[in-house]
């Protein structure tokens, strides 16, 4: 999983996987907690409001926290 982004624009994608998405503000939460949806506490939180777009580095953190923690478990 990888995250690029740019602040003067706020164009951020995300990588999944070989599927790349563009994260819009305006549907953010609808985006994301579908696209992360293999992490449901973190899609939930997404889903609340919990976490906001200017969440956004912090979500991918800790989903990639998560994401490689599932894998060396395996």
Same mark, same amino acid.
């Given at each position: 999983?990888?995250?690029?982004?740019?602040?003067?624009?706020?164009?951020?994608?995300?990588?999944?996987?070989?599927?790349?998405?563009? $994260?819009?503000?305006?549907?953010?939460?609808?985006?994301?907690?579908?696209?992360?949806?293999?992490?449901?506490?973190?899609?939930?939180?997404?889903?609340?409001?919990?976490?906001?777009?200017?969440?956004?580095?912090?979500? $991918?953190?800790?989903?990639?926290?998560?994401?490689?923690?599932?894998?060396?478990?395996?």
């Amino acid at each position: 999983d990888q995250f690029a982004g740019s602040t003067g624009n706020e164009s951020f994608y995300l990588k999944k996987d070989d599927k790349v998405i563009l $994260v819009e503000k305006e549907r953010f939460n609808l985006i994301l907690s579908d696209y992360l949806s293999d992490n449901e506490e973190l899609s939930k939180k997404i889903i609340s409001k919990e976490y906001q777009y200017s969440n956004l580095i912090e979500i $991918v953190t800790e989903y990639n926290y998560w994401y490689n923690y599932q894998r060396q478990s395996k």
